[in-house]
């Protein structure tokens, strides 16, 4: 009985790895990376998540890559002349014992170039780079753009200004 059930924890375990929204690298959770349904035309899009770090030593995420786009850069947003600006970073902290939130509004991963539309009910792999825990592939969920995600807030189709990446 105990082989049975271990064999089936196994099979659900291999069989449903898309419920899994949550992934470890080091001490590092990276909790529920997500993206927003875009049109079809939008040049760029971007990644969302939650990174946590519940050890002793802080670490840095450094970058990101994903075959959906030419280009995936780490970005912030910061207030500038009375504007909202998104200006891209070479790496964000995530102190001990903590958490950092990459959502709309905030740091997030920018994704520019994509192969495809961003369509809601797909996944497409993200890899993320941190200086000691190294590089960790998450499944990015696309979600309706009816804005049914708990992040809700400014969002990139929103007009505001984007550095140096016009005609991107």
Same mark, same amino acid.
């Given at each position: ?24 690298? @080091?001490?590092?959770?990276?909790d529920h990376p997500?993206?927003? /349904? ?10 969302y998540f939650t990174?946590? !770090?519940? @050890? ?16 995936? /850069? ?12 998104? *200006? ?10 903590? /958490?950092?939130?990459? *959502?709309?509004?905030? !740091? ?7 192969? *495809?539309?961003?369509?809601?009910g797909e996944q ?9 825990? @190294?590089?960790? /592939? ?28 016009? @005609?991107?």
């Amino acid at each position: 009985m105990l082989i049975r059930t271990l064999s089936l924890a196994a099979l659900l375990a291999f069989a449903l790895p898309s419920f899994a929204h949550d992934y470890k690298a @080091g001490d590092l959770t990276i909790d529920h990376p997500w993206s927003r /349904e875009l049109p079809p035309n939008a040049p760029a899009g971007a990644a969302y998540f939650t990174l946590k !770090n519940p @050890g002793a030593a802080a670490d840095r995420l450094l970058g990101a890559n994903t075959p959906r786009a030419q280009k995936a /850069e780490l970005h912030t947003h910061v207030h500038q002349n009375g504007l909202m600006k998104m *200006q891209r970073v070479a790496a964000v902290e995530i102190p001990a014992k903590s /958490e950092v939130a990459f *959502q709309p509004g905030g !740091n997030h991963v920018m994704l520019f170039g994509l192969s *495809q539309p961003l369509k809601a009910g797909e996944q497409f792999p993200l890899t993320l780079e941190f200086e000691k825990a @190294g590089k960790v /592939e998450v499944q990015v969920k696309v979600e309706g753009a009816d804005g049914h995600h708990m992040g809700q807030g400014m969002d990139h189709q929103m007009p505001m200004e984007h550095g140096d990446h016009q @005609g991107h």
